[in-house]
């Protein structure tokens, strides 16, 4: 049996208030739910997707807002990740806000290492053509391959001709596949999402596989991902 049940209602709601008072007086009137509705559904379900994928880390529901001007304390989702590294590392992404479950597969940024390497595989027939055909049956069955979390550069990187035949993906600073599932989907409150979110990633297994073998770990030093624990979530039960 399941040890996730599927996302209660009050997740949703939590994050639905949450954005209308992002602050420590709803957070503290409200934490038993999200240790009892966001939190332990969500480390339930990170658990039952370890059989399949690399250990996960949740994200701490805090925001640093050292460098920000926005000073909301508190982040508006439950997240986690399979990565160690916040720039360089390939791997798996979710989240859940007030809204929707939201997961992604790939680099978010890549270090500059990886970049060069990316860039070379595009500018290759052979690769190029083979990365193009991914995005292509990925975006059939529904899930969007983006640039990921940095904006495209607005011309060629410098070595590359401004006509190049793919020089949108050239422009790229990161690659990740994403997909969004809105909270009223009737599935996210039972254990099938599991299901969904395990087809998904699996669906993404070919751009996985390219960017391993094309673009592969940055040798470069890399900042930590922000996160509750370094520990997989199956080692804190």
């Known amino acids: ?127 190029g053509s083979q990365f193009e055909e991914i995005v292509h049956t990925l975006s059939q069955a529904s899930l969007s391959v983006t640039p990921g979390r940095e904006e495209p550069l607005k011309s060629a990187p410098q070595g590359y001709a401004k006509d190049h035949p793919r020089i949108n993906f050239l422009r790229w600073k990161g690659v990740i596949m994403v997909k969004e599932f809105n909270r009223a989907e009737d599935w996210l409150q039972t254990p099938q999402a599991v299901e969904y979110v395990r087809d998904a990633w699996h669906a993404a297994e070919p751009l996985k596989d390219w960017l391993d073998k094309h673009v592969g770990q940055s040798q470069e030093p890399r900042e930590k991902a922000s996160s509750r624990s370094r520990k997989p979530l199956s080692a804190r039960r």
């Open 1 to 127: 049996m399941s040890i996730f049940q599927g996302f209660p209602p009050e997740a949703f709601t939590f994050f639905a208030g949450l954005e209308e008072d992002n602050s420590k007086t709803y957070w503290e009137a409200h934490k038993a739910i999200w240790e009892e509705k966001v939190s332990a559904p969500m480390q339930d379900f990170l658990t039952e997707l370890e059989a399949d994928f690399p250990p996960f880390r949740l994200f701490r529901p805090n925001r640093d807002v050292r460098f920000s001007k926005d000073k909301s304390p508190y982040k508006l989702w439950i997240g986690a990740t399979s990565e160690a590294v916040d720039q360089g590392g390939t791997g798996y992404y979710i989240r859940l806000g007030a809204s929707s479950l939201w997961l992604a597969c790939g680099i978010h940024t890549m270090a500059k290492d990886q970049l060069e390497h990316f860039r070379a595989a595009i500018d290759s027939d052979l690769y």
